[in-house]
């Protein structure tokens, strides 16, 4: 019986040896599920991050758009002033005229036996008539410029509902994508999800280290280029946030934004947008302080910080860092250029 009880002992140690780490350890299939939902949502933050920078450059467009409808509105209403005083001075003569006998007037006139007051009354009537022609073309050149511009209001009415409209659906969307990412999550088991947060921590903690020992490496840059590569560099570990500009919280082109602002150039706060300033770089020129933009259409920017690397705001869920400029996930290098 003791050898029994024994072999029984030995044999239910060797089961729990066996079976403990399969109890303990996460499957190779659950891995990949993990690692699968990781890599789903950082695609979804990635895309949500696109859809936000569609809608900063639809603000922007739109703020422009604003600015130009106010300036051609209130140029219709001087316009329409000026209509309306050229209106009542053909008004004004046509009422002299009617005092001063029109024709009829001018044939009594004509046969009248004082040339004196032939040639003073015939003279006025002449004048009268040259004022009216003069007043008339005014009226006339004035109309055509009211309605010409108000065909141009309610063009750009029309393109500033489309822009508001391209806005609004940017903003749904990014907000959308972010939403499934967290709905992502929440299927997962409680245990899941902390170990995924628990990665994701570790991997930014390690960019962060990397990226203020990146910082702290590289060599001075002289100019506005180098005012705003400081900048830039003094908010590593600053949190993503769409349509943030500082000074805690960033998106892409706020940072690029405001880095530059500090060296006096004003850019709009839109990646697409700031591609249209200063001149192109070639990828072979690259210096520190140019704007490198990626993905087509252009859904993000950063600062060139030397050595194939830039320092940005990310994406959701991230920090400003020092990484790669070659390309940002699924998002290509596109350009850069020097302001």
């Known amino acids: 019986m003791f050898t029994s009880k024994r072999s029984v002992a030995a044999l239910i140690s060797a089961i729990i040896s066996l079976v403990s780490p399969l109890l303990t350890a996460p499957s190779a299939d659950a891995a990949q599920t993990l690692a699968q939902v990781q890599a789903r949502v950082r695609q979804l933050e990635e895309e949500a991050t696109t859809a936000a920078e569609g809608a ?29 005083a050229l209106s009542k001075s053909l008004n004004a003569i046509a009422v002299e005229q009617f005092k ?32 009216k022609s003069v007043e008339l073309r005014k009226f006339q050149a004035a109309k055509q410029r009211l309605t010409a511009t108000s065909l141009t209001v309610s063009d750009k009415l029309a393109l500033v509902k489309a822009t508001q409209k391209k806005l609004t659906a940017q903003s749904a969307r990014a907000t959308a994508k972010l939403a499934e990412a967290e709905s992502l999550l929440a299927k997962l088991k ?41 900048f830039a560099l003094k908010q590593i570990g600053d949190k993503y946030v769409f349509g943030a500009d500082g000074m805690t919280y960033w998106d892409c082109s706020g940072l690029t934004m405001r880095a530059f602002q500090t060296a006096g150039v004003s850019l709009p706060h839109s990646s697409r947008a700031q591609f249209n300033y200063g001149k192109s770089v070639k990828r072979s020129n690259l210096a520190p302080g140019d704007l490198v933009f990626f993905g087509r259409p252009i859904s993000h920017v950063g600062i060139y910080l030397g050595g194939g690397k830039m320092v940005h705001a990310p994406r959701s869920g991230s920090r400003v860092k020092v990484a790669s400029a070659s390309s940002l996930g699924r998002k290509p290098f596109v350009g850069a250029r020097r302001l």
């Open 56 to 84: 900063q450059e639809a603000k922007v467009k739109l703020a422009s758009l604003n600015g130009q409808l106010q300036g051609i509105q209130a140029k219709a209403a001087v316009q329409s002033q000026s209509v309306d």
């Open 190 to 230: 409680k245990e899941d999800r902390e170990r995924l947060a628990r990665l994701a921590q570790e991997e930014e903690d390690a960019d962060q280290a990397s990226s203020l020992a990146a910082a702290k490496k590289a060599g001075a840059v002289s100019g506005r280029a180098g005012k705003a590569l400081q």
């Open 100 to 131: 001063t006998g029109g024709l009829s007037q001018s044939l009594e006139l004509l046969f009248s036996s004082d040339p004196a007051l032939y040639l003073s009354a015939a003279g006025s009537l002449e004048a009268i008539t040259r004022k």
